[in-house]
């Protein structure tokens, strides 16, 4: 097997081996069933139910949360999308190829794999309890 084969092979090697979606838990602590919305430009509009395993596409972008209780406050927080380490490996094996692989995959990125996302119960509120 020649050596550009080889190369070709080992491009995109967050791709291969890291994947381009991921698992992500999410839970609103203290409050059950709180009905939360994610969005990005990558993954459009997902609605859970807490707590939550949800599998994301990997992407450049951060997913918005938002979850709604009756009787809570709206809880708000970002799942962060941050650089996956893997790909600096690739640079050095599969270059500019196996980046530009990564990159459009959304394997060079990776999310926060428990997120937790802060309701308060509203005091005057007579509605069910958690």
């Not at 990558?42 to 009787?71: D, F």
């Amino acid at each position: 097997m020649g050596t550009g084969i080889c190369v070709a092979l080992l491009a995109g090697c967050s791709t291969l081996t890291t994947g381009t979606t991921q698992p992500v838990s999410l839970v609103t602590p203290g409050v059950e069933q709180a009905n939360c919305e994610l969005s990005s430009p990558e993954i459009g509009t997902i609605n859970v139910v807490t707590p939550a395993n949800v599998m994301l596409s990997r992407s450049q972008h951060s997913v918005q949360v938002t979850c709604r209780k009756e009787c809570y406050t709206e809880g708000r927080g970002l799942i962060n999308s941050t650089f996956e380490e893997m790909t600096a490996g690739n640079i050095l094996i599969g270059g500019v190829v196996g980046v530009a692989v990564d990159a459009s995959s959304g394997a060079m990125n990776k999310y926060d794999p428990h997120v937790q996302i802060a309701m308060n119960r509203v005091a005057a509120c007579k509605g069910k309890r958690a």
